[in-house]
């Protein structure tokens, strides 16, 4: 389901685009496919999301570039954990949520793929939220998370912190449910030390979901008439 709802993002490059190339399990599938449609002659370049996405571009032959050199990016596929009927999101399972939202800020369109398991009626039913915050007194800015009614777990891997791309720390935050996910992502941001929130509020423009019954596809369009 996965593998088949990422080809078909695929499908929607077309020749000279800039493409953000998102992060996680389900984008794997797109990469590879959009080394083989570069063997076969598409010509684009890629911003990758995080240097695991970096290491999947290179090997199949991607060619990459940055934000710097185009600044404004064409088209972005990316995975999400959480997806809910106003195409609102939570992502950032695999750790690289800040690079990933700022990739998303600077698309015409961002595509997500994932399989129909992530789609959701409530953000953070099933998924903790992930917040990026620096090391510097990482302690306290997680006392300041828990005063939003959840449970603040410092992500580790075996016994040591998880570390981002940008040298931080992520904070996965368990909620009941996030009832007012706009207004959540914003006040969480206006605490000192932290980076950014895994809440994508109104980037999304299309989500196409696999499953058993084949493909589904929401758009931001559809949504608002």
Known sequence: ???????????????????????????????????????????????????????????????????????????????????????????????????????????????????????????GIDFALPVEVVKFGWETTKKTLETFECICTLRKIFEDPFITDNGNYIIDCEFDRITNPEDLEQKLNMIPGVVENGLFIGLAHKAIVGGSQGIMTLEKEQLAT
């Open 1 to 123: 389901m996965k593998r088949i709802s990422a080809e078909k993002a695929v499908d929607l490059i077309e020749d000279n685009m800039i493409v953000g190339l998102g992060t996680g399990s389900t984008v794997k599938y797109a990469l590879k496919k959009i080394g083989t449609r570069i063997s076969e002659g598409l010509q684009i370049k890629g911003i990758p999301t995080s240097n695991e996405t970096k290491k999947l571009a290179l090997k199949y032959n991607i060619p990459l570039t940055n934000l710097a050199e185009h600044p404004e990016i064409d088209l972005t596929i990316d995975g999400a954990d959480e997806i809910n009927s106003d195409l609102n999101l939570i992502k950032g399972g695999g750790g690289a949520l800040t690079r990933e939202k700022i990739i998303a800020f600077h698309s015409k369109k961002l595509v997500i793929v994932a399989d129909d398991s992530k789609v959701v009626k409530s953000l």
